[in-house]
């Protein structure tokens, strides 16, 4: 079946300027997540979604950044007023939450570059 | 404080040599543990994962990784190791479900070289 998908693929904007990245996950999956990878770096956690529960924005590293999901499926992670540090490729995971099968599946990503 | 530790941020290997790559883990209950491959330019795939049971587990590629609870390590492992293996390796532990979050701790990475 379909895998997550993420898109664009790459994604060049200037300083300032809002983006927003899409993230389709598996259908069915109730758990979609969104991870930073800067260069050389691990995964930093920002927000995911859990079914209808509020979700959990503990990552979110400023009010620049929002996500929503809509209609329990597709998500999009917003970035106003971009700064060069938000750079990094922006990873999408979804997963199902029941007791054998926690493991994430992830998106290709999308590449962002902040000139 | 939950945490992962992979204490080694590259390793080099010569093809066809053992590999061993290390993860450490800081939770307060039972731990979901996982491992993640990134091949460069691509997004992560599971190489394996424990729940419960035994504590070594398969996965794919030909990788095991053994769970050790009083060490509270889950080192990954495979014994000869392909050129095709060089990416970037995470460990991972999550969720924790008894608090009802379902959020994934990663480690930072080890990126394994292989010399042909």
């Known amino acids: 079946g379909a895998g997550v998908s993420q898109s664009p693929s790459n994604k060049v904007t200037e300083k300032g300027k809002d983006v927003e990245l899409r993230c389709d996950p598996i259908?069915?999956?109730?758990?979609l997540y969104w991870y930073r990878q800067s260069l050389g770096q691990g995964l930093e956690f920002l927000i995911y979604?859990?079914?209808?529960?509020?979700?959990?924005k503990s990552g979110l590293p400023s009010d620049r950044f929002s996500a929503e999901r809509t209609g329990g499926s597709v998500s999009t992670l917003t970035i106003q007023r971009t700064q060069q540090e938000d750079s990094a490729v922006y990873l999408c995971?979804?997963?199902?939450?029941?007791?054998?099968?926690?493991?994430?599946?992830f998106g290709p990503g999308t590449r962002l570059t902040v000139t | 404080a939950q945490s992962v530790t992979q204490p080694d941020i590259h390793i080099t290997v010569s093809e066809g040599a053992s590999l061993e790559l290390r993860c450490n883990y800081s939770y307060g209950a039972t731990p979901y543990l996982f491992w993640y491959v990134q091949s460069p330019g691509q997004g992560l795939q599971l190489l394996l994962k424990?729940?419960?049971?035994?504590?070594l587990v398969q996965g794919i590629k030909g990788f095991e990784a053994e769970f050790k609870r009083s060490q509270s390590s889950f080192n990954l492992r495979k014994p000869s190791v392909h050129w095709s293996d060089a990416a970037e390796y995470f460990c991972a532990v999550g969720p924790q479900t008894t608090s009802g979050t379902y959020k994934y701790i990663f480690g930072t990475g080890t990126r394994l070289k292989v010399l042909a």
């Open positions: 979604f859990q079914g209808n529960s509020a979700p959990d």
């Open positions: 259908s069915g999956h109730t758990a």
């Open positions: 995971a979804s997963s199902l939450t029941r007791g054998d099968s926690y493991e994430q599946y």
């Open positions: 424990y729940f419960s049971g035994d504590t």
